[in-house]
C-alpha cells in the first residue's frame, strides 16, 4: 500500500507489531460475493521501500479476488491520525488459459484399502488452484451416504510442490483405537463394507477452471493393519553389472505411494565412503513395489537401499513402528538399510 507519509510508515516500523495487530491495520481476506471472509489470508507484513507491504504464504491465485482494508484505528502511536478507513477489492491477474485439468489418478491405487486407512492421494494433470480441497471430496459409503467426520479438518491444502498432488488425512482420532473419537465413533471404515471417493468437478484448477469431469473410485474395505513394517520380507531383485536395468524391490502389501518417491535411495557400499547412486524412480501400479533406474551403468559391487524412517503404508505403520504403538515423543531411529550385491 502506497502514499502513506514518512512520519506514518516510521511509527509503524518502530512498533514492531504483532502478527493479530499487524492483521487489524492492514486486512487481506478471500473476496466472497463482494465480502472479506471471515478468515485472513496468511502471510507476512513489512514496512518496505515506502509501502506497507503484505506477502501471502501462498500466492495469491490468479483471477480470484481479494479484499483489502487499511484500519487507521488500529494504527500505533497516533499514526495515521486523520486518515479514513480504506476498503479496495483486488484480483491478482488471471493466468493464460491451458488445456482443463483432469484427474489422472487416487491412490491407493488397488481395489481394497484396510479399515484403518489413514492417508490418500489426489493427482492431477496439471496444477491446480490454492483452495483447500477438502471443500471438493467426498466419502460415501455403499448405500452413498456421507460419512460424517472422517477426514481431518485443516485450516490449509495438502499440496505436493507443483500442486498437482492432493493429500487426505483421516482423522487420526478416529482411526486410532483408544483415542476419544475412536470410543465415541468407531474408525470411519468397515471392513467388509464398501465405500467411495467423490472429486467435485468444480475444484478450480490454476487457471480457475473446473476440472474436466468428477472423479469417483469405490474401494472394498479389508481387516486393518496394525503390524510394524519389516525390511526382511521385503524381495530385491538385483539387475547385473554394466547394465541399466532397473532395481526392483517388492513388498507383500501396498505401501504409501507418495512417501515412497522419496524415502528410499540406493547407496554403493565402499570402504573408501558410501556413496548415493543417482538415477530416478518409480513405483509399480499397486504400490507394491519400487524401481530404480541408475543414470550410468551399474558397477559391480556391494549396495544398500537406504529407507529414511518416515516411510509409512497407507495406515501409518513405520518399519519397527506400529501406528497403534506409536507416540509423538517418539525418536526417529537411523534410516534401515536393505542390503543387496551387482555381479
Do not use: C
Amino acid at each position: 500500500m502506497r502514499g502513506l507519509s514518512r512520519g506514518d510508515l516510521r511509527a509503524i516500523d518502530r512498533a514492531a507489531l504483532s502478527r493479530d495487530r499487524w492483521t487489524a491495520l492492514l486486512r487481506v481476506a478471500v473476496a466472497a460475493d463482494g465480502r472479506p471472509a471471515d478468515i485472513p489470508v496468511a502471510g507476512s507484513y513489512a514496512v518496505d521501500s515506502g509501502t506497507l507491504r503484505f506477502t501471502p504464504i501462498v500466492p495469491f491465485e490468479p483471477g480470484r479476488s481479494y479484499v483489502v482494508v487499511l484500519d487507521p484505528a488500529a494504527a500505533p502511536g497516533g499514526a495515521l491520525a486523520g486518515a479514513q478507513r480504506l476498503t479496495h477489492t483486488v484480483a491478482a491477474p488471471p493466468a493464460p488459459r491451458s488445456d482443463p485439468v483432469r484427474v489422472t489418478g487416487v491412490y491407493p491405487a488397488g481395489p481394497q484399502v484396510p479399515a484403518n486407512l489413514l492417508r490418500m492421494y489426489v493427482e492431477f494433470s496439471g496444477p491446480m488452484g490454492t483452495r483447500p480441497g477438502q471443500d471438493y471430496v467426498r466419502l460415501v459409503d455403499g448405500e452413498g451416504r456421507d460419512i460424517p467426520d472422517a477426514l481431518l479438518p485443516l485450516d490449509t491444502g495438502l499440496w505436493n510442490g507443483d500442486r498437482t498432488r492432493f493429500t487426505i488425512l483421516f482423522d487420526p482420532g478416529r482411526v486410532k483405537r483408544g483415542i476419544l473419537p475412536n470410543r465415541t465413533m468407531g474408525r470411519p471404515l468397515r471392513p467388509g463394507g464398501t465405500f467411495s471417493i467423490l472429486v467435485a468437478r468444480d475444484w478450480p484448477d490454476a487457471h480457475g477452471q473446473p476440472l474436466t469431469a468428477a472423479f469417483e473410485k469405490t474401494y472394498r474395505v479389508g481387516a486393518a493393519r496394525e503390524q510394524a513394517l519389516s525390511t526382511r520380507v521385503w524381495r530385491v531383485s538385483a539387475p547385473a553389472a554394466d547394465t541399466r536395468e532397473p532395481l526392483h524391490v517388492a513388498f507383500p502389501f501396498p505401501l504409501d505411494r507418495g512417501l515412497l518417491q522419496r524415502a528410499l535411495t540406493v547407496i554403493r557400499i565402499d570402504p573408501g565412503g558410501d556413496g548415493t547412486v543417482a538415477g530416478s524412480v518409480a513405483v509399480d501400479p499397486g504400490e507394491t513395489a519400487w524401481r530404480f533406474v541408475p543414470s550410468t551403468a551399474w558397477r559391480a559391487g556391494d549396495y544398500a537401499v537406504s529407507v529414511l524412517p518416515a516411510l509409512e503404508d497407507p495406515s501409518g505403520n513405520r518399519i519397527g513402528q506400529a501406528f497403534e504403538t506409536r507416540n509423538t515423543d517418539d525418536v526417529e531411529g537411523p534410516p534401515a538399510r536393505v542390503l543387496f550385491s551387482i555381479r
